[in-house]
């Protein structure tokens, strides 16, 4: 999957092998790329893989200091985060909002940097609390590897 992502001709294919790769292969119900814009300190998603198909496009930023601390800490560290279960935290308004829009109960952040620099976030989500395995988050974990110099390369296209 890394091979085809950096090879892909556009930023549009690039997105969706990233989010449909990381689906399969961590057998997840759905997984969504974010670019991560410093100067707005906002994450834009921009790709969607949900069952068998992908969706890219641009859904409303979300800015990062509406998020938990927590989350908003490990983003700062470009360390991954998780939640079991959205429907028993006390979210933020604005990001309660923004998940009771989602099937999602459960998800994992993955961070992808190129360097020091934070450039996005990859998240798998399960609409099960704790849907997310252990297997899923290492998928993740292994293609951020690639995929984080791969997305800054695409991110002024998407």
Excluded at 112 to 118: F, H, N, Q, V, Y
Aim: with cysteine; net charge positive.
């Amino acid at each position: 999957m890394g091979l085809r992502l950096v090879r892909s001709q556009s930023a549009q294919r690039a997105a969706e092998e990233l989010v449909y790769g990381v689906a399969t292969l961590g057998a997840v119900e759905a997984v969504t790329l974010g670019l991560y814009q410093r100067k707005p300190n906002t994450l834009r998603f921009v790709a969607l893989a949900r069952g068998n198909k992908t969706e890219v496009g641009s859904w409303p930023a979300q800015h990062v200091s509406n998020f938990p601390a927590q989350w908003q800490e490990a983003l700062c560290a470009r360390e991954p985060y998780w939640c079991a279960d959205l429907r028993r935290m006390a979210l933020p308004e604005e990001v309660s909002n923004f998940v009771r829009d989602d099937p999602s109960r459960s998800f994992h952040a993955q961070p992808l940097s190129i360097g020091k620099e934070l450039v996005g976030l990859l998240v798998l989500a399960s609409p099960q609390p704790g849907g997310v395995s252990r297997e899923a988050r290492r998928v993740a974990a292994r293609v951020a590897v690639a995929a984080g110099p791969a997305v800054h390369y695409f991110a002024r296209q998407l």
